[in-house]
């Protein structure tokens, strides 16, 4: 027969044939396939009940617990009832296995005072025994030359012992190596085995092979009677849970699961035995093998009753007598099954009935252990059924955030109560906003909700470039919480957007919180003529007060003085900063005109806006000047006179643009007369068309160059000298000075005009600055799980800007690149830049700070109430009160209703304590 090779368990080589092979892979197919089948919970539910049903007889009706009804108790009672018959179940088939009902006692003391270990070794053994010659004679016969001729051909075979050793002991680890306690079985078989070559059919000496498990659980709640486990859930645990979720049931069921293991390599190692046998079967016809019996796994099949079923009879677990009678019919059935066995595998094979029997015993306490973790997972998915059918949907996330809406309102009161980040950017109560701004989640796109806290206004600073800062003065700030929850996953998804109204204006900062009134800006843009921002808002969890302090307990105090220094840094991340500048109101400051004068001048706000972005014209040149008429003009002339300066700077540009344009052309038609002469015609060049655009301006101007032409230096200085003939007057004194260019270093000298600088530290500036830290402190002080997690915020990458190229036109999303966004930022400051005059002026603005942590649930939702036991309403409450108080310097007392005090108190002492 044709050989191959085939790796076998623990990788060791055999030749086998390729009968055996096939053999092989049905076996390892059927191994599975029972593996699996076991772990189909439905399945093995259904068969161990007809089985139990038919044991209880007609007299009991058992049903599925599932399908009767029962309270919360009866499922801990179900679930130390399907303990305790694993347990006596498995005790019975150690001692099928061949421990003693007198060694249970000494067993169960070694347990209490050390670890014990079931342990299975198998040594396999091939040696070379002798050769033989035969002759085969050829059965038929040969002429030659009128000679009648039989042939013979002489035939070398070599003979093989095959020796199987195999041994099941328990060990105790005692001492300081491993004892053995008591031994179970030892039982040692071997065959003859031939072969054609002189090569061995199997590895000189196998390494032996061991499969352990623990059995603690097992010996450990013996009771009395020492043929019975009493198993025992201790409820008044504080990480007892639920049923399933508990240290007793987690400590058994990872020794379950160990055992199934176990009895998984037991069945395969002597599987690998048994298609020696197999292949032994070929060489039947000799004298080695002709009195080997051929055996089929038939003898694996396994009727074994399984007791430990979630069950209940008349609403109630299965009585202790019940429980008896079950593991009395076990106990009967498996002895039933161990006499077939020996029947069916006679001690001359190799595969003996004592090797048969750990065989089937392994694979009958796989299916134990199995069984016992279908049943207890069935309990827990009883607590999840019901849950779903009592609300009536699979709650999700985003059902508890609609929820969490609702329920703040009921419970904070109105001045406290979480509010949608999203915020109008308005000059006053009464007028229309000219855009908003919100933080809004990328999944659902609802905006966040956020608690809220003024401060009062504050002169703050802002660097625009190394040489210049202008000053802001915030009139409206406020901070807004926002508390964010996760169950199983990574924080929530937020974007922030920005949207302007068409003909309206403003400019956004988003900075970082420096030392004492100074902000670090990171971006900036300019938003106008129906623009819409969107910008992606990064969080990063940080671990909890208390995980810090338990991660840094066993560091040298270096590095603990390193890790707290770079901690402070990172809680304040925590905050960032939205500056909102209005340009309208900035406009008529610095043009001179009345306060609300410019807000129906549309077309005049947004051609002098043009003219800063696109053209960089000093204000001075645009402004009005009061002593251009004595007493003063009205509103509306001071407007005209700003007015004329425009239309003025407007026709000086068109001069210059046309006068260039001409240049351009003259130029043009010379190289085209060059080249007729030289006869090589080139196609004329069209004239670009100039068209202003009087009124409304996209914003892709500010990424456009000052015109399609190229002005030469001459003209630009040309402009400069014209400056003169427009019709205003030049201002009374010397021009204003500079502080970037004319400050010497170390002077102290200040503009004229310019606020002076907020001091270092300021008590608005203290409280924000400090908000991290004072959060830190409370949750240490309250938040006992260790669930609120800091949190920081910062700007991602991806940025997308809808505009319009004209009123008319249809918007244009476009992504910002890296460059793009330096861009905005350079445009957004070059016109802060003309509007404070260089930071002469100060700068009206609010500002906005987003504070964020996370509360963390490790599981989903529903595994959040259904496995740990918790309602996320009661833990949410609680951070967002913890939040609260922080945010607002408050009692949490004082912020929620009288009438739900007592319950809120009850679940958060710490909060409510006076």
Excluded at 89 to 108: F, I, N, R, S
Excluded at 589 to 596: I, K, Q, S, Y
Excluded at 813 to 841: I, P
Aim: hydrophobic residues 40%; contains cysteine; aromatic residues 6%.
């Amino acid at each position: 027969k044709a050989t191959v090779s085939v790796l076998y368990w623990k990788k060791e080589t055999m030749r086998v044939s390729a009968t055996a092979v096939c053999v092989l892979l049905l076996l390892a197919v059927g191994c599975c396939a029972t593996h699996i089948a076991d772990h189909e919970l439905d399945d093995v539910t259904a068969r161990s009940l007809e089985a139990v049903k038919k044991v209880l007889g007609k007299n009991r009706n058992p049903v599925y617990a599932g399908d009767a009804g029962h309270t919360y108790t009866d499922k801990y009672q179900l679930a130390e009832y399907l303990g305790s018959m694993t347990g006596t179940t498995m005790l019975q088939t150690l001692l099928a296995l061949g421990l003693k009902e007198e060694d249970v006692p000494a067993v169960h003391k070694a347990v209490m005072d050390s670890k014990v270990t079931l342990r299975f070794d198998v040594t396999k053994k091939c040696n070379f025994i002798e050769k033989r010659s035969r002759e085969v004679k050829d059965k038929r016969d040969s002429t030659s030359l009128g000679y009648i001729m039989r042939l013979s051909t002489t035939v070398d075979e070599w003979f093989w012992r095959y020796e199987v050793d195999a041994r099941v002991v328990l060990v105790t680890e005692a001492g300081e190596r491993p004892l053995v306690l008591k031994e179970l079985h030892s039982s040692r078989a071997s065959m003859v085995y031939k072969t054609l070559t002189e090569d061995a059919p199997f590895p000189t000496v196998h390494s032996p092979s061991t499969a352990e498990t623990t059995v603690d659980w097992i010996f450990e709640p013996i009771g009395k009677n020492l043929s019975e486990v009493h198993f025992s859930i201790d409820r008044t645990d504080k990480r007892c849970f639920t049923p399933r979720r508990n240290p007793v049931m987690d400590r058994v069921l990872e020794e379950t699961r160990e055992m199934a293991r176990w009895g998984r390599d037991v069945e395969r190692g002597l599987m690998q035995v048994f298609s020696v046998q197999l292949e032994a079967g070929n060489h039947a016809d000799t004298e080695e093998g002709a009195g080997r019996d051929k055996v089929g796994l038939g003898f694996m099949k396994n009727n074994v009753l399984i007791p430990a079923v979630p069950v209940l009879d008349g609403g109630r677990v299965l009585s202790q007598e019940t429980g008896r009678e079950l593991m009395a019919r076990h106990k009967t059935m498996l002895s039933d099954e161990l006499l077939d066995i020996s029947a069916k595998l006679p001690d001359k094979n190799l595969v003996t009935a004592d090797l048969g029997r750990v065989m089937f015993l392994a694979r009958h306490l796989r299916r134990l252990s199995t069984a016992f973790g279908s049943g207890v997972a069935d309990i827990e998915g009883m607590l999840r059924r019901q849950l779903v059918a009592a609300i009536g949907e699979e709650v999700t996330e985003a059902d508890f955030n609609k929820y969490m809406v609702r329920h703040n309102k009921r419970l904070f009161v109105e001045r406290v109560s979480p509010k949608p980040l999203v915020v109008s950017v308005r000059r006053g109560a009464t007028q229309a906003p000219e855009g908003s701004v919100g933080l809004f989640t990328t999944a659902g796109g609802e905006p966040v909700q956020a608690l809220q806290s003024s401060l009062p206004g504050a002169e703050l600073r802002m660097d625009l470039d190394a040489a210049n800062t202008i000053s802001l003065n915030a009139t409206k700030r406020v901070v807004h919480g926002w508390m964010s929850y996760v169950f199983g996953g990574e924080p929530a998804r937020v974007r922030l957007t920005a949207r302007a109204r068409q003909f309206s204006t403003y400019i956004m900062v988003l900075c970082k919180q420096g030392e004492g009134a100074s902000l670090l800006p990171s971006d900036a843009i300019v938003l106008r003529n129906g623009d819409k921002l969107d910008v992606e808002v990064l969080l990063k969890v940080l671990p909890a007060p208390k995980e810090f302090e338990d991660h840094i307990a066993s560091l040298s105090p270096n590095q603990q003085r390193f890790a707290k220094a770079y901690r402070r840094m990172q809680l304040a991340g925590s905050l960032l900063s939205v500056v909102l500048i209005q340009v309208k109101p900035q406009l008529e400051r610095l043009l001179n005109v009345p306060t609300d004068t410019l807000t129906k001048e549309t077309r005049l706000t947004q051609e002098v806006l043009e003219l800063f972005m696109k053209h960089d014209i000093s204000a001075d040149l645009l402004s009005y000047e009061p002593s251009m008429d004595g007493e003063g003009l009205s509103p509306k002339q001071r407007v005209d006179a700003v007015r004329a300066h425009v239309d003025g700077m407007n026709e000086m540009i068109d001069r210059i643009t046309n006068k260039s344009l001409d240049k351009k052309k003259k130029e043009r038609e010379y190289r085209h007369d060059i080249a007729e002469d030289e006869g090589r015609m080139e196609p004329p060049m069209p004239r670009p068309e100039i068209r202003r655009r009087k009124g409304a301006w996209g914003m892709d101007t500010a990424y456009a160059k000052a015109s399609s032409y190229d002005a030469s230096h001459a003209e630009v200085m040309e402009a400069s000298v014209q400056a003169d003939a427009m019709p205003q007057a030049a201002p009374a004194g010397p021009p204003p000075s500079h502080t970037s260019t004319e400050t010497t270093m170390g002077s102290s000298a200040k503009p004229e005009g310019a606020s002076n600088p907020p001091s270092r530290r300021s008590d608005a500036s203290d409280r924000l600055s400090d908000l991290p830290f004072v959060f830190e402190t409370s949750l240490k002080k309250h938040d006992e799980e260790a669930a609120v997690k800091p949190t920081t915020v910062s700007v991602g990458e991806e940025w997308t800007k809808e505009s319009k190229e004209d009123i008319l036109a249809k918007a244009v999303k476009k992504y910002l690149t890296k460059e793009n966004r330096k861009d905005e930022q350079e445009h957004a400051f070059g016109l802060l830049d003309a509007l404070t005059k260089s930071g002469t002026l100060p700068l009206e603005c609010e500002v906005h700070t987003l504070f964020t942590a996370t509360h963390r649930f490790e599981r989903t939702l529903l595994d959040t109430v259904v496995k740990d036991d918790k309602n996320p309403i009661d833990h949410v409450e609680r951070s967002t009160l913890i939040l609260a108080s922080s945010l607002r310097n408050e009692a949490a007392t004082d912020m929620v209703f009288e009438d739900l005090r007592p319950a809120l108190a009850s679940f958060s002492p710490t909060l409510f304590k006076k």
